[in-house]
């Protein structure tokens, strides 16, 4: 042990600055705060967006339209996503909201519908939120029923 490698206790030193503690400590004065304006009172606090006066982004982007609040956005999933699963083995002879949470396909509170893109061979029995209308002609072609929740 020499000199160069001494170091002291673990936890025996603090690593924050002491701000405000008088001249002395080289921190005193202005406190690290600097001189004059906003930033330097106390109780200051930026607002969310502030960009120095300039006109904030959010209040440059134009807004049009129309955004309903009473939306419901539905999970779209496609017959052929569902004929790729029974191919897999993984959805058998009924497809309701417990099995395509199983298989990741959809979330507990996502509401579904099911959507026509693709063929579907198997003979399913489906319960879901919605379907469009080719979607539920191909499910009772293939011998399947499709039931709304």
């Known amino acids: 042990m020499s000199l160069h490698n001494l170091k002291p206790a673990a936890g025996s ?13 080289g921190r005193g004065g202005t ?9 330097s009172r106390s109780g200051y606090s930026r607002k969310i967006g502030f960009e ?6 959010q ?9 309903n609040i009473n939306r419901k956005e ?8 569902l004929q790729e699963f029974v191919d897999k083995g993984r959805i058998t002879d009924t497809v309701n909201m417990d099995v395509l949470v199983e298989n990741r ?4 509170n996502d ?16 319960t879901v939120h919605k379907y ?8 009772e072609a293939a011998g399947g029923e499709a039931v709304t929740l």
């Open 13 to 25: 030193t603090k690593s924050s600055k002491r701000i405000a503690r008088g001249e002395g400590s």
């Open 31 to 39: 406190s690290t705060r600097g001189h004059k304006g906003a930033k």
């Open 52 to 57: 120095g006066g300039q006109m904030p982004l």
């Open 59 to 67: 209040r440059r982007v134009p807004k049009f339209g129309f955004t």
């Open 74 to 81: 539905y999970l779209g999933i496609n017959l052929d996503k």
């Open 105 to 108: 396909l959809a979330r507990k």
């Open 111 to 126: 509401l579904v519908k099911i959507l026509g893109r693709g063929e579907l061979k198997a003979k399913l029995n489906i």
């Open 132 to 139: 469009t209308a080719t979607a539920k002609a191909a499910i």
